[in-house]
Protein backbone atom coordinates (compact mmCIF):
# COMPACT_ATOMS: atom_id res chain seq x y z
CA UNK A 1 0.00 0.00 0.00
CA UNK A 2 1.08 3.33 -1.21
CA UNK A 3 2.14 5.82 1.82
CA UNK A 4 1.37 9.89 2.39
CA UNK A 5 5.32 11.48 3.52
CA UNK A 6 4.32 14.27 5.19
CA UNK A 7 0.88 15.70 4.50
CA UNK A 8 0.30 15.43 0.96
CA UNK A 9 -3.90 15.37 1.82
CA UNK A 10 -3.19 19.29 1.76
CA UNK A 11 0.51 20.39 0.14
CA UNK A 12 -1.06 22.85 -1.78
CA UNK A 13 -0.09 25.85 0.49
CA UNK A 14 3.99 24.57 -0.26
CA UNK A 15 4.25 23.30 -3.92
CA UNK A 16 6.04 25.48 -5.78
CA UNK A 17 4.14 27.51 -8.08
CA UNK A 18 5.64 26.09 -11.14
CA UNK A 19 4.31 22.54 -10.45
CA UNK A 20 0.86 23.02 -9.80
CA UNK A 21 -1.24 22.15 -12.95
CA UNK A 22 -3.49 24.00 -14.70
CA UNK A 23 -4.79 21.70 -17.47
CA UNK A 24 -8.89 22.46 -18.36
CA UNK A 25 -9.75 25.09 -20.58
CA UNK A 26 -11.98 27.89 -20.09
CA UNK A 27 -15.97 26.85 -21.40
CA UNK A 28 -16.90 29.92 -23.68
CA UNK A 29 -20.38 29.12 -21.54
CA UNK A 30 -19.00 31.02 -18.59
CA UNK A 31 -20.13 34.68 -20.61
CA UNK A 32 -23.44 33.49 -20.46
CA UNK A 33 -23.62 33.82 -16.68
CA UNK A 34 -22.33 37.22 -15.98
CA UNK A 35 -23.35 40.39 -17.03
CA UNK A 36 -20.37 43.17 -18.83
CA UNK A 37 -18.08 44.29 -16.39
CA UNK A 38 -18.67 41.87 -13.56
CA UNK A 39 -17.12 41.21 -10.63
CA UNK A 40 -15.59 37.87 -10.54
CA UNK A 41 -13.87 35.52 -8.30
CA UNK A 42 -11.37 33.14 -9.49
CA UNK A 43 -11.13 30.05 -6.55
CA UNK A 44 -7.99 28.80 -6.22
CA UNK A 45 -6.54 30.65 -9.70
CA UNK A 46 -3.15 29.37 -9.03
CA UNK A 47 -1.09 30.70 -12.55
CA UNK A 48 -4.07 33.38 -13.67
CA UNK A 49 -4.81 30.41 -16.67
CA UNK A 50 -8.43 31.45 -15.97
CA UNK A 51 -8.29 34.62 -14.17
CA UNK A 52 -6.61 36.30 -16.99
CA UNK A 53 -8.47 35.75 -20.05
CA UNK A 54 -11.68 36.64 -18.04
CA UNK A 55 -10.11 40.25 -17.08
CA UNK A 56 -9.55 40.70 -20.91
CA UNK A 57 -12.88 39.82 -21.65
CA UNK A 58 -13.99 43.28 -19.62
CA UNK A 59 -14.32 41.75 -16.29
CA UNK A 60 -13.23 43.24 -12.97
CA UNK A 61 -11.14 40.25 -11.76
CA UNK A 62 -10.14 38.62 -8.49
CA UNK A 63 -7.36 35.72 -8.47
CA UNK A 64 -7.48 34.07 -5.12
CA UNK A 65 -4.75 31.25 -4.30
CA UNK A 66 -3.48 29.84 -0.94
CA UNK A 67 0.11 29.60 -2.25
CA UNK A 68 2.06 32.47 -2.92
CA UNK A 69 4.58 31.55 -5.01
CA UNK A 70 2.27 30.78 -7.90
CA UNK A 71 0.46 34.28 -7.58
CA UNK A 72 3.82 35.60 -7.91
CA UNK A 73 3.69 33.32 -11.52
CA UNK A 74 0.07 35.03 -12.20
CA UNK A 75 1.44 38.44 -11.66
CA UNK A 76 4.21 38.01 -13.94
CA UNK A 77 1.77 36.57 -17.08
CA UNK A 78 -0.59 39.14 -16.24
CA UNK A 79 1.24 41.81 -18.96
CA UNK A 80 1.94 44.98 -18.18
CA UNK A 81 0.57 46.97 -15.52
CA UNK A 82 -1.57 49.48 -17.69
CA UNK A 83 -3.87 46.56 -19.81
CA UNK A 84 -6.71 45.58 -17.95
CA UNK A 85 -5.26 42.49 -15.41
CA UNK A 86 -6.40 40.90 -12.34
CA UNK A 87 -5.87 41.20 -9.20
CA UNK A 88 -4.17 38.72 -7.52
CA UNK A 89 -4.27 37.92 -3.33
CA UNK A 90 -3.39 35.26 -1.34
CA UNK A 91 -6.53 33.49 0.93
CA UNK A 92 -7.92 30.50 1.74
CA UNK A 93 -11.33 29.07 0.16
CA UNK A 94 -13.00 27.98 3.31
CA UNK A 95 -13.18 31.76 4.66
CA UNK A 96 -12.51 33.96 1.93
CA UNK A 97 -11.61 38.02 3.12
CA UNK A 98 -14.85 39.27 1.23
CA UNK A 99 -18.04 40.99 2.56
CA UNK A 100 -21.30 38.97 1.41
CA UNK A 101 -22.72 39.46 -1.78
CA UNK A 102 -19.70 41.26 -3.85
CA UNK A 103 -19.71 38.90 -6.61
CA UNK A 104 -21.24 38.57 -10.07
CA UNK A 105 -19.72 35.24 -10.92
CA UNK A 106 -17.50 32.91 -8.60
CA UNK A 107 -15.12 30.61 -10.45
CA UNK A 108 -13.65 27.28 -9.68
CA UNK A 109 -11.65 25.87 -12.14
CA UNK A 110 -10.36 22.27 -12.02
CA UNK A 111 -10.01 23.28 -7.94
CA UNK A 112 -11.91 21.20 -5.96
CA UNK A 113 -10.42 18.26 -7.47
CA UNK A 114 -7.69 19.43 -5.32
CA UNK A 115 -10.12 19.58 -1.80
CA UNK A 116 -9.87 15.55 -0.64
CA UNK A 117 -12.92 16.17 2.27
CA UNK A 118 -15.79 16.15 1.77
CA UNK A 119 -16.99 18.58 4.96
CA UNK A 120 -14.23 21.52 3.50
CA UNK A 121 -15.45 20.98 -0.34
CA UNK A 122 -18.95 21.94 1.50
CA UNK A 123 -17.83 24.84 3.57
CA UNK A 124 -16.01 26.23 0.13
CA UNK A 125 -19.21 26.00 -1.85
CA UNK A 126 -20.90 27.65 1.26
CA UNK A 127 -18.31 30.51 1.42
CA UNK A 128 -18.08 30.96 -3.04
CA UNK A 129 -22.27 31.26 -2.26
CA UNK A 130 -21.72 33.76 0.51
CA UNK A 131 -19.98 36.23 -1.53
CA UNK A 132 -22.19 36.15 -4.52
CA UNK A 133 -24.72 38.53 -5.07
CA UNK A 134 -27.99 37.52 -5.25
CA UNK A 135 -28.90 35.30 -8.43
CA UNK A 136 -25.57 35.02 -9.47
CA UNK A 137 -23.70 32.05 -10.63
CA UNK A 138 -20.99 30.18 -9.62
CA UNK A 139 -18.97 28.20 -12.61
CA UNK A 140 -17.46 24.88 -12.01
CA UNK A 141 -15.24 22.88 -14.87
CA UNK A 142 -13.34 19.30 -13.12
CA UNK A 143 -12.61 15.89 -13.04
CA UNK A 144 -14.80 13.27 -12.99
CA UNK A 145 -14.51 9.90 -11.82
CA UNK A 146 -13.56 7.61 -15.15
CA UNK A 147 -14.12 4.09 -14.54
CA UNK A 148 -13.84 2.98 -18.19
CA UNK A 149 -10.15 3.36 -17.66
CA UNK A 150 -8.25 0.52 -16.74
CA UNK A 151 -5.91 3.26 -15.19
CA UNK A 152 -7.82 5.47 -13.26
CA UNK A 153 -10.15 2.39 -12.19
CA UNK A 154 -7.06 0.77 -10.35
CA UNK A 155 -5.92 4.16 -9.04
CA UNK A 156 -9.44 4.83 -7.28
CA UNK A 157 -9.99 1.23 -5.99
CA UNK A 158 -5.89 0.87 -4.76
CA UNK A 159 -5.67 3.90 -3.20
CA UNK A 160 -9.14 3.79 -1.27
CA UNK A 161 -7.44 2.60 1.72
CA UNK A 162 -5.43 5.82 1.83
CA UNK A 163 -7.78 8.31 0.49
CA UNK A 164 -10.70 6.81 1.98
CA UNK A 165 -12.99 8.29 -0.25
CA UNK A 166 -13.67 6.58 -3.72
CA UNK A 167 -12.46 8.46 -6.61
CA UNK A 168 -9.75 9.68 -4.85
CA UNK A 169 -6.02 9.04 -5.61
CA UNK A 170 -2.57 9.71 -4.99
CA UNK A 171 -0.84 12.02 -8.04
CA UNK A 172 2.36 10.66 -8.44
CA UNK A 173 5.44 12.02 -9.84
CA UNK A 174 6.47 9.91 -12.49
CA UNK A 175 9.86 10.30 -11.73
CA UNK A 176 10.09 9.33 -8.54
CA UNK A 177 6.90 7.58 -7.83
CA UNK A 178 6.39 9.98 -4.91
CA UNK A 179 3.04 10.89 -4.00
CA UNK A 180 3.05 15.08 -5.24
CA UNK A 181 -0.85 15.28 -3.89
CA UNK A 182 -4.16 13.82 -3.47
CA UNK A 183 -6.81 14.20 -6.26
CA UNK A 184 -10.63 13.64 -6.21
CA UNK A 185 -12.78 13.04 -9.33
CA UNK A 186 -16.29 13.54 -9.12
CA UNK A 187 -19.60 11.57 -9.73
CA UNK A 188 -22.19 13.13 -11.46
CA UNK A 189 -24.19 13.30 -8.07
CA UNK A 190 -21.67 14.36 -5.82
CA UNK A 191 -21.14 17.67 -7.53
CA UNK A 192 -25.10 18.18 -7.63
CA UNK A 193 -25.27 17.64 -4.45
CA UNK A 194 -22.08 19.65 -3.58
CA UNK A 195 -24.44 22.50 -4.95
CA UNK A 196 -28.24 22.20 -3.97
CA UNK A 197 -27.02 21.19 -0.43
CA UNK A 198 -25.03 24.30 -0.17
CA UNK A 199 -27.07 27.09 -1.75
CA UNK A 200 -27.26 26.86 -4.99
CA UNK A 201 -29.88 25.39 -8.22
CA UNK A 202 -28.27 23.89 -11.38
CA UNK A 203 -28.77 25.63 -14.27
CA UNK A 204 -25.97 24.30 -16.72
CA UNK A 205 -24.54 20.78 -16.69
CA UNK A 206 -22.57 19.25 -19.35
CA UNK A 207 -20.24 16.40 -19.63
CA UNK A 208 -17.27 16.74 -21.64
CA UNK A 209 -13.92 15.19 -21.82
CA UNK A 210 -10.14 16.42 -20.13
CA UNK A 211 -6.89 16.22 -20.75
CA UNK A 212 -4.99 15.74 -17.15
CA UNK A 213 -1.25 17.12 -16.41
CA UNK A 214 -0.14 13.70 -17.75
CA UNK A 215 -1.87 13.45 -20.77
CA UNK A 216 -4.80 10.72 -20.06
CA UNK A 217 -8.14 11.67 -21.67
CA UNK A 218 -11.03 11.48 -18.53
CA UNK A 219 -14.24 12.66 -18.31
CA UNK A 220 -15.21 16.44 -17.18
CA UNK A 221 -17.81 18.04 -15.71
CA UNK A 222 -18.91 21.56 -16.32
CA UNK A 223 -21.33 23.24 -14.07
CA UNK A 224 -23.37 26.38 -13.45
CA UNK A 225 -25.15 26.76 -10.15
CA UNK A 226 -27.02 30.04 -9.94
CA UNK A 227 -27.40 31.20 -5.78
CA UNK A 228 -31.65 30.11 -4.70
CA UNK B 1 -44.97 6.32 -0.93
CA UNK B 2 -46.01 4.74 -4.55
CA UNK B 3 -47.13 1.13 -4.34
CA UNK B 4 -46.60 -1.19 -7.28
CA UNK B 5 -49.87 -3.06 -8.39
CA UNK B 6 -49.29 -6.81 -9.31
CA UNK B 7 -45.77 -7.69 -10.10
CA UNK B 8 -44.56 -4.66 -11.85
CA UNK B 9 -40.84 -5.24 -11.32
CA UNK B 10 -41.66 -7.34 -13.95
CA UNK B 11 -44.40 -7.31 -16.27
CA UNK B 12 -42.67 -7.58 -19.53
CA UNK B 13 -43.80 -11.26 -20.65
CA UNK B 14 -47.82 -9.70 -20.14
CA UNK B 15 -47.20 -6.11 -21.34
CA UNK B 16 -48.59 -5.05 -24.60
CA UNK B 17 -46.46 -4.98 -27.48
CA UNK B 18 -47.48 -1.73 -29.07
CA UNK B 19 -46.64 -0.30 -25.23
CA UNK B 20 -43.06 -1.66 -24.99
CA UNK B 21 -40.46 1.54 -25.75
CA UNK B 22 -37.87 1.54 -28.03
CA UNK B 23 -36.39 4.91 -27.86
CA UNK B 24 -32.59 4.86 -28.44
CA UNK B 25 -30.87 5.28 -31.94
CA UNK B 26 -28.26 2.84 -33.37
CA UNK B 27 -24.78 3.99 -32.59
CA UNK B 28 -22.94 3.49 -36.17
CA UNK B 29 -20.11 2.01 -33.74
CA UNK B 30 -21.34 -1.16 -33.81
CA UNK B 31 -20.45 -1.85 -37.43
CA UNK B 32 -16.50 -1.36 -36.24
CA UNK B 33 -16.72 -4.67 -34.01
CA UNK B 34 -18.88 -7.37 -36.17
CA UNK B 35 -17.12 -8.85 -39.11
CA UNK B 36 -19.26 -8.81 -42.60
CA UNK B 37 -21.93 -11.78 -42.58
CA UNK B 38 -21.79 -11.87 -38.60
CA UNK B 39 -23.75 -13.82 -36.74
CA UNK B 40 -25.61 -11.28 -34.49
CA UNK B 41 -28.40 -12.12 -31.43
CA UNK B 42 -30.31 -8.99 -30.06
CA UNK B 43 -30.92 -9.45 -26.98
CA UNK B 44 -34.27 -7.77 -26.07
CA UNK B 45 -35.52 -6.71 -29.40
CA UNK B 46 -38.88 -5.83 -28.64
CA UNK B 47 -39.95 -4.72 -31.99
CA UNK B 48 -37.03 -5.57 -33.87
CA UNK B 49 -36.14 -1.70 -33.97
CA UNK B 50 -31.98 -2.74 -34.11
CA UNK B 51 -32.79 -6.28 -35.60
CA UNK B 52 -33.94 -5.16 -38.86
CA UNK B 53 -31.48 -2.66 -39.70
CA UNK B 54 -28.74 -4.79 -38.71
CA UNK B 55 -30.13 -7.22 -40.86
CA UNK B 56 -30.25 -4.82 -43.42
CA UNK B 57 -26.93 -4.21 -43.09
CA UNK B 58 -25.61 -7.80 -44.05
CA UNK B 59 -25.67 -9.40 -40.54
CA UNK B 60 -27.33 -12.87 -39.84
CA UNK B 61 -29.90 -11.63 -37.40
CA UNK B 62 -31.41 -13.38 -34.51
CA UNK B 63 -34.01 -11.20 -32.22
CA UNK B 64 -34.84 -12.78 -29.06
CA UNK B 65 -37.62 -11.03 -26.62
CA UNK B 66 -39.70 -12.50 -23.47
CA UNK B 67 -42.74 -10.65 -25.20
CA UNK B 68 -44.54 -13.17 -27.17
CA UNK B 69 -47.02 -9.53 -28.61
CA UNK B 70 -43.97 -7.75 -29.66
CA UNK B 71 -42.88 -10.43 -31.67
CA UNK B 72 -45.70 -10.50 -33.84
CA UNK B 73 -45.07 -6.55 -34.29
CA UNK B 74 -41.19 -7.21 -35.30
CA UNK B 75 -41.95 -10.20 -37.81
CA UNK B 76 -44.52 -7.30 -39.83
CA UNK B 77 -42.39 -4.98 -39.79
CA UNK B 78 -39.37 -6.89 -41.13
CA UNK B 79 -40.66 -6.48 -44.46
CA UNK B 80 -41.47 -9.20 -47.44
CA UNK B 81 -40.27 -12.91 -46.82
CA UNK B 82 -37.99 -12.81 -49.91
CA UNK B 83 -36.03 -9.38 -48.06
CA UNK B 84 -33.25 -10.30 -45.75
CA UNK B 85 -34.40 -10.36 -42.57
CA UNK B 86 -34.10 -11.30 -38.69
CA UNK B 87 -35.15 -14.69 -36.97
CA UNK B 88 -37.43 -13.68 -33.99
CA UNK B 89 -38.16 -15.76 -31.38
CA UNK B 90 -39.16 -16.10 -27.57
CA UNK B 91 -36.68 -16.35 -25.38
CA UNK B 92 -35.15 -15.57 -22.16
CA UNK B 93 -32.11 -13.52 -21.83
CA UNK B 94 -31.40 -15.37 -18.44
CA UNK B 95 -30.93 -19.13 -19.73
CA UNK B 96 -30.69 -17.94 -23.63
CA UNK B 97 -31.59 -21.12 -25.91
CA UNK B 98 -28.63 -21.32 -27.65
CA UNK B 99 -24.89 -23.51 -27.87
CA UNK B 100 -21.60 -22.10 -26.76
CA UNK B 101 -19.99 -19.93 -29.05
CA UNK B 102 -22.62 -19.33 -31.62
CA UNK B 103 -22.68 -15.34 -32.12
CA UNK B 104 -19.87 -13.00 -33.38
CA UNK B 105 -21.94 -10.04 -31.53
CA UNK B 106 -24.31 -9.74 -29.16
CA UNK B 107 -26.98 -6.72 -28.74
CA UNK B 108 -28.38 -5.03 -25.81
CA UNK B 109 -30.04 -1.61 -26.54
CA UNK B 110 -32.26 0.06 -23.63
CA UNK B 111 -32.60 -3.32 -22.55
CA UNK B 112 -30.81 -3.51 -19.17
CA UNK B 113 -32.94 -0.43 -18.34
CA UNK B 114 -35.73 -2.98 -17.81
CA UNK B 115 -33.48 -5.80 -15.33
CA UNK B 116 -34.23 -4.41 -12.41
CA UNK B 117 -32.09 -6.81 -10.49
CA UNK B 118 -28.55 -6.83 -10.23
CA UNK B 119 -27.99 -10.87 -9.68
CA UNK B 120 -30.30 -10.98 -12.99
CA UNK B 121 -28.20 -8.49 -14.64
CA UNK B 122 -25.25 -10.30 -13.98
CA UNK B 123 -26.76 -13.59 -15.04
CA UNK B 124 -27.84 -11.95 -18.40
CA UNK B 125 -24.03 -10.63 -19.36
CA UNK B 126 -22.98 -13.92 -18.51
CA UNK B 127 -25.25 -15.74 -20.73
CA UNK B 128 -24.45 -12.89 -23.46
CA UNK B 129 -20.75 -13.55 -23.20
CA UNK B 130 -21.19 -17.74 -23.09
CA UNK B 131 -23.28 -17.10 -26.32
CA UNK B 132 -20.37 -15.41 -28.12
CA UNK B 133 -17.46 -16.82 -30.33
CA UNK B 134 -13.84 -16.27 -28.57
CA UNK B 135 -12.73 -12.24 -28.70
CA UNK B 136 -16.40 -11.36 -29.85
CA UNK B 137 -18.33 -8.49 -28.83
CA UNK B 138 -20.65 -7.48 -26.83
CA UNK B 139 -22.45 -4.02 -27.28
CA UNK B 140 -24.67 -2.12 -25.04
CA UNK B 141 -26.42 1.48 -25.80
CA UNK B 142 -28.23 2.17 -22.03
CA UNK B 143 -29.49 5.10 -20.13
CA UNK B 144 -26.90 6.63 -17.70
CA UNK B 145 -28.14 8.20 -13.94
CA UNK B 146 -28.89 11.87 -14.21
CA UNK B 147 -28.73 13.69 -11.31
CA UNK B 148 -28.58 16.89 -12.71
CA UNK B 149 -31.98 16.88 -13.92
CA UNK B 150 -34.50 17.53 -11.21
CA UNK B 151 -37.54 15.95 -12.43
CA UNK B 152 -34.34 12.51 -12.22
CA UNK B 153 -33.00 12.77 -9.18
CA UNK B 154 -36.47 13.18 -7.60
CA UNK B 155 -37.92 9.96 -9.08
CA UNK B 156 -34.14 8.12 -7.84
CA UNK B 157 -34.84 9.57 -4.65
CA UNK B 158 -38.50 9.24 -4.11
CA UNK B 159 -38.91 5.84 -5.30
CA UNK B 160 -36.02 4.04 -3.34
CA UNK B 161 -38.23 2.65 -0.70
CA UNK B 162 -39.73 1.14 -3.82
CA UNK B 163 -37.02 -0.32 -5.61
CA UNK B 164 -34.58 -0.49 -3.18
CA UNK B 165 -32.04 0.08 -5.77
CA UNK B 166 -30.43 3.84 -6.14
CA UNK B 167 -30.71 5.03 -9.83
CA UNK B 168 -34.31 3.36 -10.28
CA UNK B 169 -37.62 4.43 -10.18
CA UNK B 170 -41.14 3.59 -11.40
CA UNK B 171 -42.18 4.60 -14.95
CA UNK B 172 -45.89 5.78 -14.63
CA UNK B 173 -48.59 6.41 -17.05
CA UNK B 174 -49.05 9.78 -17.88
CA UNK B 175 -52.74 9.72 -18.01
CA UNK B 176 -53.59 7.09 -15.16
CA UNK B 177 -50.44 7.92 -13.07
CA UNK B 178 -50.29 3.93 -12.81
CA UNK B 179 -46.79 2.54 -12.81
CA UNK B 180 -46.34 0.41 -16.06
CA UNK B 181 -42.23 -0.51 -15.16
CA UNK B 182 -39.65 -0.09 -13.25
CA UNK B 183 -36.92 1.07 -14.80
CA UNK B 184 -32.93 1.47 -13.89
CA UNK B 185 -30.45 4.53 -14.84
CA UNK B 186 -26.98 3.41 -14.47
CA UNK B 187 -23.54 4.57 -12.93
CA UNK B 188 -20.70 4.56 -15.38
CA UNK B 189 -19.00 2.39 -12.57
CA UNK B 190 -21.87 -0.08 -12.48
CA UNK B 191 -21.91 -0.42 -16.16
CA UNK B 192 -18.32 -1.19 -16.23
CA UNK B 193 -18.32 -3.59 -13.64
CA UNK B 194 -21.07 -5.48 -14.89
CA UNK B 195 -19.03 -6.37 -17.61
CA UNK B 196 -16.12 -6.68 -16.36
CA UNK B 197 -17.23 -8.95 -13.74
CA UNK B 198 -18.95 -11.23 -16.27
CA UNK B 199 -16.57 -12.14 -18.84
CA UNK B 200 -15.69 -9.14 -20.72
CA UNK B 201 -13.15 -6.33 -21.10
CA UNK B 202 -14.27 -2.49 -22.11
CA UNK B 203 -12.92 -1.86 -25.61
CA UNK B 204 -15.54 0.85 -26.16
CA UNK B 205 -16.48 3.69 -23.97
CA UNK B 206 -19.27 7.02 -25.07
CA UNK B 207 -21.21 9.18 -22.93
CA UNK B 208 -23.90 10.05 -25.26
CA UNK B 209 -27.73 11.88 -24.64
CA UNK B 210 -30.70 9.78 -25.23
CA UNK B 211 -33.99 11.01 -25.25
CA UNK B 212 -36.36 9.10 -23.14
CA UNK B 213 -39.81 7.65 -24.18
CA UNK B 214 -41.62 11.06 -23.00
CA UNK B 215 -39.19 13.48 -24.44
CA UNK B 216 -36.73 13.83 -21.71
CA UNK B 217 -32.93 14.17 -22.71
CA UNK B 218 -31.06 11.71 -20.31
CA UNK B 219 -27.41 10.96 -19.67
CA UNK B 220 -26.65 7.90 -21.99
CA UNK B 221 -24.21 5.48 -22.69
CA UNK B 222 -22.41 3.18 -25.87
CA UNK B 223 -20.18 0.84 -24.09
CA UNK B 224 -18.71 -2.40 -26.07
CA UNK B 225 -16.88 -5.38 -24.29
CA UNK B 226 -14.67 -7.55 -25.75
CA UNK B 227 -15.39 -11.39 -24.14
CA UNK B 228 -11.69 -11.84 -22.45
Redesign the interface.
Known amino acids: MKKLVNDRMNPWPCIKGKDIPATIDLDPVIYNYAPTCAMVLDIGCACGKVSIPLSKHGYSVTGIDINTDVLELAKDSSGPDWSPSPSFLKGNATALPFPDETFDLTVMQAFLTTVVSKEERDRIIREACRVLKPQSCLYIADFG ?4 S ?1 IY ?1 ERYINDLPVTKEEGSFLACDEKTGECDYVAHHF ?3 EL ?2 LLIENGFE ?1 VF ?1 K ?1 DTFVTRTGNRV ?1 GFV ?1 VGRKS
Open positions: QTWHKRTEKVFVFRNV
